[in-house]
């Protein structure tokens, strides 16, 4: 029993209210925000360290014993995911002070913040699949309020989709929730692949592909996806950088999850979600192509991206499993750095329409290394954080002989390449428009905070051996200790 | 705005006993039917009520915190619950009780669960508060004498306050 791994759970809710009591002063919302999040980034490092040691620790809420109490869990997928959410939460919040708009604005920001870190920290450190569920509410609730921040007419109504497409998938988990239950007795993750054995193979086969579908939602998969780039780009920029580099994870998270406790050797779903993951890619990079605002082509990336870690998940292997884990913990860090760019270049000129900016690279040339980098880790190309993913990935693709997987997955990162230099030869090659002029100087606040980011994601391209193994001792927890219930 | 006698009698027959029920279903909340956010619900609709009644300037008169207050606060004692146990190195909202003999009432405890359940309370009354704070004004906001447009700049015309 180990109390303490519960609390990036709950801290941040403490710190929330302490925000909403000393609303009429901002310096002591931020103090309140960069500190816990500070805090917790040392607490997400500590149990990075213990869970490699311990392999699995758990707590009970209350002291009550599962299945009756609430069990929280974290092992190496939970720790390297809370890690890599809480350094992008802290990330983002000071190019958000930097920024000053929708944060400087409204008394709710700091505490609605907060309640999102905790959302998205309980969700990696439930053990429980309804608490799962909570965890989905607190981070969705948060995220109808982060997204319409601001009340332009845009945003209510792309939150409106974003509000009914997260609904229709919260109802629908309940609803699957409530039907394992009455087929099993438990949702507990630990007790369900016991249970489980007990059912019919196909009922077992319907489950797994219930959640599968609600997962798929959150993390906008193939053909689940069409609410993504229509929502995120409306946010205000730090707010779209986190969902799309976060929030869509914690749907890839849970899946990951499901899969492994509840279908480790259902290789029927394995090739299902083969083939979502390549349909993903693919379509994903041509909306990216055919888009012409910063915001939009990211977003339509951010698609693409989540059928590379499907295709890991999807090989049902601990080479395809470790490769994914690598993946999503490298990506977050590239996404959440290109968004916070592309917000760099919205608020240098004005606009982040590619039409409407050129030679941003004559006037800011800092502005286009920090572009540069994370496009070109997105696309692959060695030796940044994006290619010793998709290496992995392949890699593993080739072990397990999906050759049309690994042939898509490289056509795509050719494409994604493609629309990456649509940006850059859009807004900064060429001779410079009149608003692309450097007449005022940017927040050193936001720029510090991208840059950080930049400097993260090439410590993980330095560091990928020991990252790797790590990733790797992280799928072999999960695959054997789900794969030892097997019939 | 223009009252009518009969909702103002009822609404002040009705609150004391609607606040004595919401007391109830919060306090017995612990092992019968209600709770926290029951209790707070009921609460919350007597503001509704006094709203309905006297507008917004009654409920600021009647209820004598802000709405931000309330919720913060409630947050706050419903977290600290949650958080404090783990500090003490025991399980998240670990359950501490205290019996004690009243006068009167006898036997009584206090468990943190209660404490839970009125931090609950608190926010949801909060919340509902802040619902009527933010759209039950009849003006909007921006014209209650806090941020006036300059004269001649107006896309909206001034009001008097």
Redesign the interface.
Same mark, same amino acid.
């Given at each position: 029993m180990t109390p303490w791994i519960a609390l990036p759970a709950v801290l941040p809710l403490l710190a929330a209210a302490a925000s909403v009591l000393v609303g009429r002063s901002r310096t002591a919302q931020r103090i309140i925000g960069l500190g816990t999040l500070t805090a917790l980034l040392g607490l997400a490092v500590r149990l990075l360290i213990e869970t490699d040691r311990n392999d699995v620790m758990t707590t009970q809420a209350g002291g009550w014993v599962a299945p009756l109490g609430i069990t929280f869990v974290a092992d190496r997928l939970s720790a390297i995911m809370l890690l890599v959410a809480i350094g992008m939460f802290l990330a983002v919040l000071v190019y958000a002070i930097g920024q000053g708009d929708e944060e400087a604005r409204h008394v709710g920001f700091h505490p609605v913040y907060l309640t999102l870190v905790a959302g998205v920290c309980m969700a990696f450190l439930t053990g429980d699949l309804f608490n799962l569920f909570v965890a989905f509410e607190v981070l969705l609730v948060s995220s109808y309020v982060l997204l319409t921040l601001g009340g332009r007419l845009a945003q209510v109504r792309a939150g409106t989709t974003y509000v009914v497409i997260s609904l229709l998938a919260s109802i629908t988990f309940l609803m699957s929730l409530g039907l394992l239950y009455r087929a099993t007795g438990t949702v507990n993750l630990a007790d369900l692949p016991a249970a489980m054995e007990a059912l019919d193979p196909e009922l077992r086969r319907v489950f797994l592909l219930l959640f599968l579908g609600v997962f798929g939602i959150k993390a906008a998969i193939f053909p689940l996806f069409f609410w993504l780039p229509d929502s995120y780009p409306n946010a205000p920029t730090a707010i779209t950088a986190v969902f799309a580099g976060l929030l869509t994870k914690v749907g890839v998270y849970a899946m990951i999850r499901i899969q492994t406790t509840i279908g480790p050797d259902d290789t029927v779903v394995g090739t299902v979600l083969l083939v979502v993951a390549a349909l993903t890619m693919v379509i994903g990079v041509f909306g990216a192509i055919s888009q012409q605002e910063i915001k939009r082509i990211l977003s339509f990336h951010a698609v693409s991206q989540i059928g590379y870690m499907v295709f890991g998940l999807g090989l049902l292997t601990v080479a395809g499993l470790a490769a994914a884990i690598l993946y999503i913990a490298q990506y977050i860090v590239v996404k959440t750095t290109l968004f916070l760019t592309g917000g760099l270049v919205e608020r240098a000129s004005g606009t982040g329409h590619l039409d409407r900016v050129d030679g941003m690279l004559r006037t800011r040339p800092l502005l286009g290394m920090l572009f540069l980098l994370p496009a070109l880790s997105l696309a692959g190309v060695p030796p940044l954080s994006g290619f010793v993913g998709k290496f992995a990935l392949v890699d593993a693709g080739v072990s397990s002989k999906s050759w049309v997987l690994v042939g898509v997955s490289l056509a795509v990162s050719i494409m994604t390449l493609l629309s990456m230099n649509k940006i850059w030869a859009g807004a900064f090659m060429g001779e410079p428009t009149a608003n692309a002029e450097a007449t005022s100087p940017l927040p050193t606040a936001m720029v510090v905070a991208t840059g950080v980011l930049v400097a993260v994601s090439i410590g993980i391209a330095l560091g990928a051996g020991p990252i790797y193994a790590y990733a790797e001792r992280a799928a072999e927890t999960l695959l054997p200790l789900a794969g030892s219930s097997a019939p | 705005m223009k009252r009518s006698v009969i909702v103002d009698v009822t609404a002040r027959l009705i609150l004391p006993s609607a606040l004595l029920f919401a007391l109830h279903l919060l306090l017995s909340g612990h092992d019968r039917p209600g709770g926290g956010f029951v209790g707070g619900l009921v609460a919350g609709a007597t503001i509704a009520l006094i709203f309905v009644a006297g507008g917004m300037d009654d409920v600021r008169s009647v209820v004598p915190v802000r709405p931000?207050?309330i919720?913060?606060?409630?947050? =706050?004692v419903?977290?600290?619950v =949650?958080?404090v !146990?783990?500090l003490l190195?025991? !399980?998240?909202?670990?359950?501490w009780k205290l019996s004690m003999d009243l006068p009167l009432l006898g036997d009584a405890k206090i468990s943190s669960a209660l404490v839970f359940d009125i931090g609950v309370a608190a926010v949801v009354i909060g919340t509902i508060f802040m619902v009527f704070e933010a759209f039950g004004d009849e003006e909007p906001p921006e014209f209650r004498g806090e941020v006036r447009p300059a004269p001649g700049s107006g896309q909206r015309p001034e009001v008097e306050s």
């Amino acid at each position: 029993m180990t109390p303490w791994i519960a609390l990036p759970a709950v801290l941040p809710l403490l710190a929330a209210a302490a925000s909403v009591l000393v609303g009429r002063s901002r310096t002591a919302q931020r103090i309140i925000g960069l500190g816990t999040l500070t805090a917790l980034l040392g607490l997400a490092v500590r149990l990075l360290i213990e869970t490699d040691r311990n392999d699995v620790m758990t707590t009970q809420a209350g002291g009550w014993v599962a299945p009756l109490g609430i069990t929280f869990v974290a092992d190496r997928l939970s720790a390297i995911m809370l890690l890599v959410a809480i350094g992008m939460f802290l990330a983002v919040l000071v190019y958000a002070i930097g920024q000053g708009d929708e944060e400087a604005r409204h008394v709710g920001f700091h505490p609605v913040y907060l309640t999102l870190v905790a959302g998205v920290c309980m969700a990696f450190l439930t053990g429980d699949l309804f608490n799962l569920f909570v965890a989905f509410e607190v981070l969705l609730v948060s995220s109808y309020v982060l997204l319409t921040l601001g009340g332009r007419l845009a945003q209510v109504r792309a939150g409106t989709t974003y509000v009914v497409i997260s609904l229709l998938a919260s109802i629908t988990f309940l609803m699957s929730l409530g039907l394992l239950y009455r087929a099993t007795g438990t949702v507990n993750l630990a007790d369900l692949p016991a249970a489980m054995e007990a059912l019919d193979p196909e009922l077992r086969r319907v489950f797994l592909l219930l959640f599968l579908g609600v997962f798929g939602i959150k993390a906008a998969i193939f053909p689940l996806f069409f609410w993504l780039p229509d929502s995120y780009p409306n946010a205000p920029t730090a707010i779209t950088a986190v969902f799309a580099g976060l929030l869509t994870k914690v749907g890839v998270y849970a899946m990951i999850r499901i899969q492994t406790t509840i279908g480790p050797d259902d290789t029927v779903v394995g090739t299902v979600l083969l083939v979502v993951a390549a349909l993903t890619m693919v379509i994903g990079v041509f909306g990216a192509i055919s888009q012409q605002e910063i915001k939009r082509i990211l977003s339509f990336h951010a698609v693409s991206q989540i059928g590379y870690m499907v295709f890991g998940l999807g090989l049902l292997t601990v080479a395809g499993l470790a490769a994914a884990i690598l993946y999503i913990a490298q990506y977050i860090v590239v996404k959440t750095t290109l968004f916070l760019t592309g917000g760099l270049v919205e608020r240098a000129s004005g606009t982040g329409h590619l039409d409407r900016v050129d030679g941003m690279l004559r006037t800011r040339p800092l502005l286009g290394m920090l572009f540069l980098l994370p496009a070109l880790s997105l696309a692959g190309v060695p030796p940044l954080s994006g290619f010793v993913g998709k290496f992995a990935l392949v890699d593993a693709g080739v072990s397990s002989k999906s050759w049309v997987l690994v042939g898509v997955s490289l056509a795509v990162s050719i494409m994604t390449l493609l629309s990456m230099n649509k940006i850059w030869a859009g807004a900064f090659m060429g001779e410079p428009t009149a608003n692309a002029e450097a007449t005022s100087p940017l927040p050193t606040a936001m720029v510090v905070a991208t840059g950080v980011l930049v400097a993260v994601s090439i410590g993980i391209a330095l560091g990928a051996g020991p990252i790797y193994a790590y990733a790797e001792r992280a799928a072999e927890t999960l695959l054997p200790l789900a794969g030892s219930s097997a019939p | 705005m223009k009252r009518s006698v009969i909702v103002d009698v009822t609404a002040r027959l009705i609150l004391p006993s609607a606040l004595l029920f919401a007391l109830h279903l919060l306090l017995s909340g612990h092992d019968r039917p209600g709770g926290g956010f029951v209790g707070g619900l009921v609460a919350g609709a007597t503001i509704a009520l006094i709203f309905v009644a006297g507008g917004m300037d009654d409920v600021r008169s009647v209820v004598p915190v802000r709405p931000w207050t309330i919720l913060g606060g409630g947050l =706050a004692v419903a977290a600290s619950v =949650a958080t404090v !146990p783990i500090l003490l190195g025991n !399980p998240v909202m670990d359950n501490w009780k205290l019996s004690m003999d009243l006068p009167l009432l006898g036997d009584a405890k206090i468990s943190s669960a209660l404490v839970f359940d009125i931090g609950v309370a608190a926010v949801v009354i909060g919340t509902i508060f802040m619902v009527f704070e933010a759209f039950g004004d009849e003006e909007p906001p921006e014209f209650r004498g806090e941020v006036r447009p300059a004269p001649g700049s107006g896309q909206r015309p001034e009001v008097e306050s």
